[in-house]
């Protein structure tokens, strides 16, 4: 599921809900490296760019390849990001 086309004027990516390995769900384009912390981040087009070795999005968060997983509608739920208009 997406929620978005990538705001990014380089990028034709969409923008994907992803669970963390502490459990915080992000925003992320599935194409290019721009990550949303939270949808008021996205609202504002603020993101952040993880990059190697850590890949950190924002402190005790990291979107380190291997350790994260694309949202599930529970996960949503959870995170309070169901009430969203999720594309298919």
């Given amino acids: 599921m997406w929620l978005d086309e990538c705001p990014s004027f380089w990028d034709e990516g969409r923008v994907r809900p992803l669970v963390t390995e502490s459990g915080k769900v992000v925003l992320m384009c599935d194409s290019c490296s721009a990550v949303w912390p939270t949808l008021d981040d996205f609202k ?43 594309r298919p």
Avoid: F, I
């Avoid at 924002?58 to 599930?72: D, E, F, K, N, Y």
């Fill in 44 to 86: 504002e087009m603020e993101h952040v760019e993880p990059d190697e070795p850590d890949w950190t999005v924002t402190a005790g968060v990291h979107v380190r390849p291997g350790t994260v997983r694309w949202a599930s509608p529970q996960d949503l739920e959870v995170a309070g990001m169901s009430g969203l208009k999720w």
